[in-house]
């Protein structure tokens, strides 16, 4: 029977997928596409000219969201990207577009395990077209 101190520590998809600086890539090329690509063009709008805060915090929740630190819980208490997300009229374009350039950015990044990688990016589809209210809900 094997101990505590002889079983493998299970491994997190934020471990398989490359951890922080995979993250800060993915996230980083989400937002160079968001900023640059005219197909994403009301998605953008929907945010500040700066978008380096949105970069870290989009990094730190999907880092733990994924099994790695938990800062932007720990630091958010009780929020979910829902809640966060409750005030903006997040309709299915700008929903399919967010998901469109995270779909993008994920294909775009150096990382192994191309399975994993898929499964991240149809489950962060699942949760932005999720967002996507009709215009009398927002």
Known sequence: MATDETKPEARTPYDALGGA???RTIVDRFYDLMDSDPAYARLRDMHGT???PMRDALASFLGGWAGGPREWFEANPGRCMFSIHGGFPIDAETGGQWAEAM???IA???IDDRALAGQLSERLS???RGMARNAQDA
Do not use: Q
């Open 21 to 23: 600086p995979a993250f």
């Open 50 to 52: 700066d978008l380096a």
């Open 103 to 105: 779909e993008r950015a």
């Open 108 to 110: 775009d990044a150096d």
């Open 126 to 128: 699942m949760m932005a």
